[in-house]
């Protein structure tokens, strides 16, 4: 079967369809895909095949309404049925947004200058060379993973592992960090979403430009990763799939990396890192581009592991100054509150002291007053005693008398 009718038989095509031409591209959407979209008589068809979940999207021409271009990258398509469509990273754009707009309009595909002339014949030979054309295809990474590159033990366990270096808002050192050390361009990095199709696995890609080293006629490099993570108590996933899309046949491989971080004791885990060269064509490049890229790749976890070594230790350091400051402080305010007792229980014993003298004072004249009271009494008593005595005395004369005087009448 030609390649012709594959794709008539993939996209559901009349028998006869002319496929007048193809390019790689990306459907723009939350997470890109990238694919190749086919342009032929009666229909625009793109295809893409991103980790395993297959995009295969068929727009009849007699269905479009608008086909739009203001910005500087971007193709813009409008149905009949309300829905839109946004294609980008076109190597040329121009050429084709002219090929489409030439077959809704009924334009005669002879008189459109853009449409495979020499030149364009020329780069499309080329384009291994140049990359002109970039076909990005992700493939199933879980099989590919036949090498490890290095493994580490962190002193703190998973649930940290994926708060310091992989969530939106990584604590110690994230992808994005790391790129920025290593003076990458254009950096964007979208947040984690979920896969509706594979419950509790999350993806997010990031796009950035690198600078090449070694490349003829090359500088630099647009990259594309597509990351994925599955996470439980005990086991943590993370995948990576990158394309280098401007370096000589970028178009015909992919780097896979994987990343298995288990938790080894309550703050303790292990990071395992297995990368591989996944080729998606064939060609005679195929081992250069192995021992570049492996070697690219432990150049780059060198790098990497160095870094956030740096960084933990500055936050360990960070820490530790925090707890020392906490402690000078406890002790100044302990001193201080020391002295300030000090001056209290001083304060207290002399008032203490004050008080027992005024107490004693007060006892001594108040037993002086009872003294002094009790020596009245007992004056008192002597005198009442004193005047009882009398008065029995008196009445005994007066007896006497009384006596007397009868004696004397008898």
């Given at each position: ?282 060609t005679m490049m195929k081992g250069t581009i192995m021992n570049k ?118």
């Amino acid at each position: 079967m030609s390649a012709k009718d594959l794709l008539i038989q993939l996209f559901g095509l009349p028998k006869g369809e002319i496929i007048f031409q193809d390019y790689s591209c990306a459907l723009k959407a939350l997470i890109s895909k990238y694919g190749r979209i086919f342009i032929a008589e009666n229909h625009i068809c793109f295809y893409a095949n991103l980790a395993g979940s297959k995009t295969n999207l068929v727009i009849k021409l007699d269905d479009i309404i608008k086909l739009d271009s203001k910005n500087k990258n971007d193709i813009d398509i409008f149905t009949k049925d309300g829905k839109s469509y946004c294609f980008n990273s076109f190597h040329n754009k121009d050429q084709v947004y002219n090929l489409m707009n030439a077959l809704i309009s009924g334009q005669p595909l002879s008189n459109q200058q853009t449409f495979q002339t020499p030149s364009d014949s020329m780069r499309e030979d080329d384009s291994q060379i140049e990359n002109a054309e970039v076909e990005i295809q992700f493939l199933q990474s879980e099989a590919s993973m036949d090498q490890e590159m290095c493994k580490f033990t962190f002193s703190f366990n998973l649930d940290k592992f994926f708060e310091f270096f992989l969530a939106d808002d990584a604590l110690v050192y994230s992808i994005a960090d790391h790129r920025q050390s290593e003076k990458d361009t254009d950096i964007q990095l979208t947040k984690w979403t979920p896969i509706e199709d594979n419950p509790g696995m999350f993806q997010r890609e990031m796009k950035n430009v690198i600078k090449l080293s070694g490349v003829p006629f090359k500088d630099k490099s647009r990259m594309h990763k597509l990351f994925t993570y599955k996470k439980d108590p005990e086991k943590l996933i993370y995948t990576c799939t990158t394309h280098t899309l401007d370096v000589p046949y970028g178009n015909s491989f992919q780097a896979e990396e994987k990343w298995e971080v288990s938790q080894l004791e309550e703050n303790k885990c292990l990071l395992k890192i297995f990368a591989s060269v996944v080729f998606t064509k064939s060609t005679m490049m195929k081992g250069t581009i192995m021992n570049k890229t492996m070697s690219g790749l432990k150049d780059d976890y060198e790098k990497w592991i160095n870094n956030v070594k740096i960084r933990l230790e500055a936050m360990a350091k960070s820490q530790k100054s925090q707890s020392s400051n906490i402690n000078h402080e406890y002790e100044d305010s302990k001193k201080l509150d020391d002295n300030t007792l000090k001056k209290i229980m001083q304060t207290g014993q002399s008032q203490q002291q004050k008080q027992t003298i005024s107490q004693t004072q007060l006892y001594q004249g108040r037993r002086s007053e009872i003294l002094y009271l009790l020596l009245i009494f007992l004056l008192i008593i002597i005198m009442l005693i004193q005047i009882g005595i009398l008065n029995k005395q008196s009445q005994k004369l007066e007896n006497l008398e009384q006596l007397v005087l009868q004696l004397q009448q008898r």
